[in-house]
Nanobody
Framework: QVQLVESGGGLVQPGGSLRLSCATS????????MGWYRQIPGKQRELVAH???????NYADSVKGRFTISRDNAKNTVYLQMNSLKPEDTAVYYC???????????WGQGTQVTVSS
């Protein structure tokens, strides 16, 4: 049974930082490209960043230079370090295994990030 469990969200002031974690089970984590997505109510879920099994990364333009995705294959966990947060980063953040334009598994519960003063 596949499980994707996101954590680390919260309320933070503009300019602040958060580190999100996504613990996975039931997947062969080390061979998968992993991605972080976010969704604002009423809008489509968007890809924020992804990391390949070899460690290559890619970011949405809106987060380049502020967010860093990383992975720990020994822990089957992917992380998203978010710095210089802006109110427009407010969203529910999700992780998933990625194959091209598609995700491989059902979504987890996500973790809410709220950036507000």
């Amino acid at each position: 049974q596949v499980q994707l469990v996101e954590s680390g969200g919260g309320l933070v002031q503009p300019g602040g930082s958060l580190r999100l974690s996504c613990a996975t089970s039931g997947i062969i984590f080390s061979i998968n490209t992993m991605g972080w997505y976010r969704q604002i109510p009423g809008k489509q879920r968007e890809l924020v960043a992804h990391i390949t099994r070899g460690g290559s990364t890619n970011y949405a333009d809106s987060v380049k230079g502020r967010f860093t995705i990383s992975r720990d294959n020994a822990k089957n966990t992917v992380y998203l370090q978010m710095n210089s947060l802006k109110p427009e980063d407010t969203a529910v953040y999700y992780c998933n295994a990625v194959a091209g334009e598609f995700v491989l598994h059902s979504w987890g519960q996500g973790t809410q990030v709220t950036v507000s003063s």
